[in-house]
């Protein structure tokens, strides 16, 4: 885990591994904020929380990052071996002011 302040902005970034699934979500994550408001992802994931019975995880906090604390997060995510686990770096930066 590294964290550090750069003027206004607090920046963190966590390396970790992910398996093929977990990478999968975050890079089709990334391209979803790229391309919608985080406002209406975030009411799109609730909805869709609601009436799913998955126990993975729901995004709902990176959503909640985005869009009501004015974070920027985004992924680097290297298929690393033949099972398809995956370097994930996650690197978020947040606003102080």
Known sequence: IIARQTGRLL???VTNMAPPTAATALAQLRAD???KDAGTLLIERIEANALAS????SG???LTL???YGATIDWEIEPTDQ???AAVATRVSLPLD
């Open 33 to 35: 904020l790229a391309s």
């Open 11 to 13: 920046l963190f970034e």
């Open 66 to 68: 985005t869009n009501d």
């Open 54 to 57: 998955r126990g993975e995880g």
């Open 60 to 62: 709902l906090g990176v």
């Open 83 to 85: 099972n398809g686990m």
